[in-house]
């Protein structure tokens, strides 16, 4: 009798998979350390919530430039290409946040991350259907689920490394007591702290390299269509007539927009309804990741007993109803409901990417590419609660924002059995 790591992964494909599982921690480890600089930089330069939010507009936007040419690279050559130059990226943008702490300017950091981001664009290209490529299109879903698991653990080793090395290094000078400093006193402590704020990036390149050394001498499934006829306008006209594909892509748009900009404000949330500094509000936001991984297993584990349609749609009615007390709550009760959003959030985008991989056949590789192409709303939409907060003055009027964006992710679930391919 097979076992079930038998039936859900592929014989052979065993170490592959581990290797390209480490690929989820890793960028989970550099999204949510990218989430802790938005609190970081508002300190360190003094910057409205708009400001910070360019962070991630870089971050996702490189993600949204990256991700179709790296379909195209897949496509042409094999899924291991793709994450080796990923990783390339990966570990070039990280390598540069030591000059970008040098010149100490706000843009060069910006344009470390878009590079970096590139690399995970272009990684999160590959690995994605690479998981699904590894098994039995029966247990797809299950198995990309699988792997997600591991991303929230590198979420959690994110956080704990921004807190230790970054945000427990702010000076806590207030915005207005650095506008009363002379020019040099004020540029010594921001040289400190930027100085902080690089170290974990370049210590974690350094642990990339041996990855990609692993990768590159392992032999790894092919997984490519190498050979084949790269018809990409006519791949592109297929996936828009597709219903399903469609509203898969608008609701990963959408639930990317949510998750970062819920994490991305978490802590200065926390900061608000507690009145606690950075490094002690980054407590609460390792509790959101820790429920974050725990419910991903238990989702996971759920699977077995319930479609991805009917949990997608618990998860969504969960968040949204957790967002409406963060929005209209107080205290340390808004901030139990601001965590439990992590846990309703965990299961949804390997699902929304699995329901919506479903069927594509041959336009597999450029379907993948546009769901992480939608990763953009972390962009858009973190810019735009953002902007809602600074006109306001309100954090919790912003969590607006990301309710909407779980109602479109619950409209999506509640419309699978209309939208799912049938052939």
Request: charged share 10%; net charge positive.
């Amino acid at each position: 009798m097979a076992t079930t790591s038998e039936k859900l992964i592929k014989a052979g494909n065993l170490w592959p998979f581990i290797l390209v599982t480490s690929l989820f921690f890793l960028w989970g480890l550099a999204n949510n350390m990218t989430d802790t600089l938005l609190a970081a930089f508002k300190r360190i330069m003094s910057m409205t919530d708009l400001q910070t939010s360019w962070i991630q507009i870089a971050f996702y936007g490189s993600y949204f430039a990256l991700a179709l040419p790296a379909a195209i690279l897949i496509k042409k050559y094999t899924y291991k290409t793709g994450v080796l130059f990923g990783l390339s990226l990966f570990i070039l943008g990280s390598v540069l946040f030591y000059p970008a702490s040098i010149t100490m300017v706000y843009g060069h950091f910006l344009a470390a991350l878009f590079i970096l981001a590139g690399g995970l664009s272009i990684l999160e290209t590959a690995a994605n259907p690479y998981i699904l490529a590894m098994g039995s299109a029966d247990t797809a879903t299950q198995r990309l689920n699988l792997a997600q698991s591991f991303n929230p653990i590198g979420s959690m080793a994110g956080v704990l490394l921004s807190k230790i090395f970054i945000l427990s290094n702010l000076n806590l000078s207030t915005a207005e007591e650095r506008a009363s400093m002379d020019a040099a006193e004020l540029k010594a402590i921001q040289a400190e702290e930027l100085v902080s704020v690089m170290g974990p990036y370049v210590g974690v390149a350094g642990f990339l390299v041996v990855i990609w050394l692993l990768v590159r001498f392992s032999n790894m499934p092919k997984a490519s269509d190498a050979g084949e006829k790269l018809d990409l306008m006519p791949s592109v006209k297929r996936l828009v007539k597709v219903a399903n594909y469609r509203w898969a892509v608008i609701a990963q748009f959408f639930y990317v927009g949510a998750q970062i900009g819920v994490w991305s404000f978490t802590i200065r949330y926390v900061m608000q309804e507690l009145g606690l500094t950075e490094d002690l509000a980054a407590n609460y936001y390792m509790a959101a990741l820790v429920l974050f991984a725990v419910a991903r297993f238990v989702f996971t584990g759920l699977m077995r007993f319930f479609s991805p349609q009917q949990l997608l749609l618990v998860s969504a009615t969960g968040a949204v109803l957790c967002t409406l007390v963060v929005i209209f709550g107080a205290g340390i009760p808004a901030v139990y409901a601001l965590v439990g959003i992590s846990g309703f959030m965990s299961l949804m985008f390997p699902t929304i990417y699995g329901l919506g991989m479903t069927g594509l056949g041959k336009d597999t590789k450029i379907g993948g590419s546009g769901l992480i192409m939608a990763i953009l709303g972390g962009a858009v939409l973190t810019a735009v609660q953002g902007q809602v907060s600074d006109q306001t003055g309100s954090i919790k009027l912003a969590f607006l924002v990301p309710m909407i964006c779980f109602v479109v992710v619950g409209y999506y679930a509640l419309s699978q059995k209309k939208l799912q391919p049938t052939n």
